[in-house]
């Protein structure tokens, strides 16, 4: 017997099935792009919410903490919603953006100590 193991070991047989090849390189650079093109498009709604946030609550009369709560919650939900929600699309495009997504999300909660994400218990005292 050849390395194979013996016969009812092949394709087809029933018994041990060779494993699924690689995914190809172009599908990586595709994930690659577009969790770069999630973290931007995350970075410019970041920016585009938190500015309406900002203006908002300047011109509340009473507390800016209902602004500031609803803005944390958009926030999450278009980084981390939408995120996992295109992880489970399952292909290369959609996978990558959701991951960008979410690394923008969690990159300007740390970067930004929570301030730009709402996370920061400081925002509602």
Same mark, same amino acid.
């Given at each position: 017997?050849?390395?194979?193991?013996?016969?009812?070991?092949?394709?087809?047989?029933?018994?041990?099935?060779?494993?699924?090849?690689?995914?190809?390189?172009?599908?990586?650079?595709?994930?690659?792009?577009? !969790?770069? @093109? +999630?973290?931007? =498009?995350?970075? &410019?709604?970041? *920016?585009?919410? %938190?500015?309406? /946030?900002? #203006?908002?609550?300047?011109?509340?009369?009473?507390?800016?903490?209902?602004? !500031?709560? @609803? +803005?944390?919650? =958009?926030?999450? &939900?278009?980084? *981390?919603?939408? %995120?996992?929600? /295109?992880? #489970?699309?399952?292909?290369?495009?959609?996978?990558?953006?959701?991951?960008? !997504?979410?690394? +923008?999300?969690?990159?300007?909660?740390?970067?930004?100590?929570?301030?730009?994400?709402? /996370?920061?218990?400081?925002?509602?005292?």
């Amino acid at each position: 017997m050849p390395y194979g193991g013996g016969p009812g070991y092949g394709p087809g047989s029933g018994g041990y099935a060779p494993p699924p090849p690689p995914p190809s390189s172009g599908s990586t650079g595709m994930l690659i792009g577009m !969790l770069f @093109a +999630g973290l931007a =498009i995350y970075s &410019v709604l970041n *920016l585009v919410v %938190g500015f309406f /946030l900002f #203006f908002a609550a300047m011109g509340a009369s009473g507390s800016a903490n209902p602004y !500031l709560a @609803a +803005g944390a919650v =958009i926030l999450a &939900v278009a980084g *981390l919603g939408a %995120g996992v929600g /295109l992880c #489970f699309v399952r292909k290369p495009w959609s996978r990558g953006l959701g991951l960008g !997504l979410m690394i +923008g999300w969690a990159l300007w909660s740390i970067l930004s100590a929570g301030i730009c994400t709402g /996370l920061n218990p400081s925002l509602y005292g």
